[in-house]
Structure formats: structure tokens, C-alpha cells
């Protein structure tokens, strides 16, 4: 395996606002960063289309491959099931994170990638500790890399990126049940 092969990590993003400052700092780290756009949880196809879209523009500017995993809503409704009336950042999100990590993690396999991580973490609404719990557990044998991405700014960062780039900004998180 070449070295660039070693460097290559496949970065789950769950929109463009959120990965434009976590690719660039993965290239900063040595990474060689491939956007997997991995998102069932999405309400609608529609609002998959328009956070695609943004996300196609953020691999544009990077110079990153994306892997675009079609969209089928009933893979998250399966993992909400029973859950639809737990609160934003409960069990039900927690079921959303393991199932986008796992799916991550298997298609960092098909690729023959041996690390992962998400964008997830950039938000100031979702909770680090718990996301690298999650990636953990779902990776298998491949290698979770936990990177805090909100630190020295890292929100502020993507955020004037996704600005600069006039790209979709979404106001919630995905799910319908996040509407709320």
C-alpha cells in the first residue's frame, strides 16, 4: 500500500456547512480526506438534494472525492423506531449517529480506507464524548479517529466558509422528529 493510501481517512459529512473546516484540517493533520455523504436521516428527498448540492460545492472547493451514499429514509425510520418521542440529542440521535458511523465504516472497508471520523462533531449541539463512544463501537477494525473539530474556532471557521461560498444552511438537524 502506497503511502497516500496510509494517509486516507473517510470523513462522514452530514452537510457541506459542517465539513468545509474539518477537510481542510485533516489535510492539515496529513490526512488525505474522502467525503462519504452518508445521511437516511434526512426528512426529505428534497432536503437531501439541496444539502448534497452544498456538499458537492464544498469537495469542489477542497479538491475531495465524494462518495454518495443514496438516499433511503427507511434505514433511520428503522433505527427511530420506538424512539420518535425521545428529545433532540437523545437516544434517538444516538441511534441516527451509530447508524451513519457504522455505514461509514463499511464503506471505508469497500474502499479500502482504514480510518474514519464525522463531521458531526463540528456542532456546538452534538457532544463529542458521546459521538467518539459511538464511532468507537461501530468502526469494527477500522480505526475511529476522534478529532474535536469546534476547537480554536473550528464552528466559526466552517460556518464563514459556507458563507463565503453561499451554500444551503440548513436550521435543523435533519429528521423530521428534529423539527420539532
Not at 7 to 26: E, F, M, Q, R
Not at 29 to 51: A, H, I, S
Not at 67 to 83: M, P, S, T
Not at 128 to 133: G, L, M, Q, V
Request: glycine share 6%; aromatic share 8%.
Amino acid at each position: 500500500m502506497g503511502q497516500n493510501e496510509n494517509n486516507k481517512i473517510l470523513i462522514h459529512a452530514c452537510c457541506g456547512i459542517c465539513s468545509g473546516y474539518p477537510i481542510s484540517l485533516l489535510r492539515d493533520m496529513g490526512y488525505e480526506p474522502v467525503v462519504y455523504f452518508c445521511n437516511p436521516n434526512l426528512d426529505t428527498e428534497e432536503e437531501f438534494q439541496k444539502r448534497l448540492e452544498a456538499q458537492k460545492i464544498v469537495c469542489m472547493y477542497h479538491w475531495v472525492d465524494l462518495n454518495v451514499e443514496e438516499y433511503n429514509h427507511e434505514d433511520f425510520l428503522r433505527a427511530a423506531k420506538g424512539l420518535e418521542s425521545e428529545p433532540e440529542r437523545g437516544k434517538r440521535c444516538d441511534e441516527c449517529i451509530k447508524l451513519r458511523l457504522k455505514m461509514t465504516a463499511e464503506k471505508a472497508k469497500e474502499l479500502g480506507i482504514n480510518k474514519i471520523t464525522t463531521s458531526l462533531v463540528i456542532s456546538p449541539h452534538k457532544n463529542f464524548e458521546k459521538i467518539t463512544k459511538i464511532g468507537l463501537e461501530v468502526s469494527d477494525d477500522i480505526e475511529y479517529i476522534a478529532i474535536d473539530f469546534k476547537k480554536k474556532d473550528g464552528f466559526l471557521k466552517t460556518n464563514n466558509l459556507s458563507k463565503e461560498l453561499g451554500i444551503y444552511r440548513q436550521n435543523y438537524c435533519g429528521c423530521e422528529f428534529s423539527k420539532r
